[in-house]
């Protein structure tokens, strides 16, 4: 894993205002997820499934918060009918940080199905995404979904592939 990834991850986030954060636990997340939890300025609430997390994402955002989720893609299956009924009907901004398995580099199969659906799932569901190939970009993307997310009142993905957590971009 490389810090200097979740680390980049982080100061965007930061940079982008997020201050309410809703993370399920990934093993590519684990690092962002440490610096998260130890920030005093974002309120972090861990969640066993991605839909609760949209859900609770969506209440802290009616509150006066900036919020977003950090998951793998695999939950994004668990999050359709949250996303569509809750934050797409009623306007609710969201940014997904979105570990991106089942792609070029992993190593485990039972990943790959929901890897190569991912992008076309987000486009069914008319959600803008980006997908970063460096950190710098991500960096940007991030601050950038931050911005689209609020101005749309739309939940925006950034999706890091497998290379962005395990290689210096």
Same mark, same amino acid.
Request: glycine share 8%; proline share 5%.
């Given at each position: 894993?490389?810090?200097?990834?979740?680390?980049?991850?982080?100061?965007?986030?930061?940079?982008?205002?997020?201050?309410?954060?809703?993370?399920?636990?990934?093993?590519?997340?684990?690092?962002?997820?440490?610096?998260?939890?130890?920030?005093?300025?974002?309120?972090?609430?861990?969640?066993?499934?991605?839909?609760?997390?949209?859900?609770?994402?969506?209440?802290?955002?009616?509150?006066?918060?900036?919020?977003?989720?950090?998951?793998?893609?695999?939950?994004?299956?668990?999050?359709?009918?949250?996303? %569509?009924?809750? $934050? /797409?009907?009623?306007?609710?901004? #969201? =940014?997904? @940080?979105?570990?991106?398995?089942? +792609?070029?580099?992993?190593?485990?199969?039972?990943?790959?199905?929901?890897?190569?659906?991912?992008?076309?799932?987000?486009?069914?569901?008319?959600?803008?995404?980006?997908?970063?190939?460096?950190?710098?970009?991500?960096?940007?993307?991030?601050?950038?979904?931050?911005?689209? %997310?609020?101005? $749309? /009142?739309?939940?925006?993905?950034? #999706? =890091?592939? @497998?290379?962005?957590?395990?290689? +210096?971009?």
């Amino acid at each position: 894993m490389d810090d200097n990834s979740s680390m980049a991850v982080y100061k965007s986030m930061k940079k982008a205002g997020v201050n309410f954060v809703v993370s399920v636990p990934c093993v590519n997340l684990k690092d962002l997820i440490y610096m998260v939890n130890n920030d005093p300025e974002i309120l972090h609430i861990p969640v066993t499934r991605e839909e609760e997390g949209i859900g609770v994402c969506a209440g802290a955002y009616l509150g006066g918060k900036k919020t977003a989720i950090l998951m793998q893609n695999s939950g994004l299956g668990n999050s359709i009918n949250a996303l %569509a009924s809750l $934050n /797409k009907l009623y306007g609710i901004p #969201l =940014l997904m @940080i979105i570990s991106h398995r089942g +792609v070029e580099g992993e190593q485990v199969c039972a990943q790959v199905p929901m890897g190569i659906l991912t992008p076309h799932l987000l486009e069914a569901m008319q959600i803008q995404f980006f997908m970063p190939s460096s950190k710098s970009e991500a960096e940007d993307n991030i601050i950038e979904a931050m911005s689209t %997310a609020l101005h $749309n /009142k739309s939940p925006v993905a950034v #999706l =890091l592939k @497998i290379g962005f957590w395990k290689s +210096v971009c």
